[in-house]
């Protein structure tokens, strides 16, 4: 999903840390260093990092026309995942239970070795797995520090807050009605009542 659909759904970040004085060459140097590759070195269920909005689903050096549009950096997450069936993986797993009671000539199998057993298989069916590919844009306005992210599935804003952080050694700060309401406030006495408000179940 991205800004080019034709509907697209996305979570609101500000940045609040100091932007470096060339920002756009060290911006382009830090997303390169987390640029998403398929070089990925064992079998991991997730794999992402970031491409070029242009050419998503095409892992290449990031250049500058990539990223930067005027005051806006925009750039995209590709999330690469495995999975594996949950029914297929049982069938594999009590397959190679039995072979194992056979083999020992045993009737039941220890509780670490039927985990052993669940890990291992989960990991031969993983890498026999296609991965998918998922594209997520993320748009910052960094005059503003505004930012925008098309996705509100937790799972994929925990990745792209992590791995801003570790790409930028900045922190994406969520945007909810109390921090946009802090955000409005144009006295400290404001800001205190804000403050002091709590949470109320209406029914």
Do not use: H
């Amino acid at each position: 999903m991205g800004f080019l659909s034709a509907s697209v759904g996305f979570s609101r970040y500000r940045v609040n840390d100091k932007l470096p004085e060339n920002f756009w060459g060290w911006a382009l140097e830090r997303l390169r260093t987390a640029a998403f590759t398929d070089n990925v070195a064992g079998v991991t269920e997730w794999t992402f990092g970031w491409v070029s909005p242009l050419n998503p689903l095409e892992p290449s050096i990031l250049t500058m026309e990539d990223i930067a549009f005027g005051e806006y950096l925009l750039v995209t997450l590709r999330v690469d995942q495995r999975k594996v069936a949950p029914s297929l993986l049982k069938r594999y797993c009590l397959m190679e239970e039995k072979r194992i009671l056979a083999e020992r000539d045993i009737k039941r199998l220890p509780a670490r070795m039927k985990r052993e057993i669940r890990e291992r298989t989960r990991l031969q069916l993983l890498a026999k797995t296609i991965p998918v590919p998922s594209t997520y844009d993320l748009f910052w306005n960094i005059s503003t520090g505004q930012v925008l992210f098309c996705s509100q599935q937790q799972k994929v804003q925990a990745v792209a807050e992590d791995l801003f952080k570790k790409t930028f050694d900045m922190r994406l700060e969520p945007l909810i009605p109390y921090t946009l309401a802090i955000g409005l406030a144009s006295t400290d006495e404001q800001r205190e009542k804000i403050k002091k408000l709590e949470a109320d179940i209406l029914i």
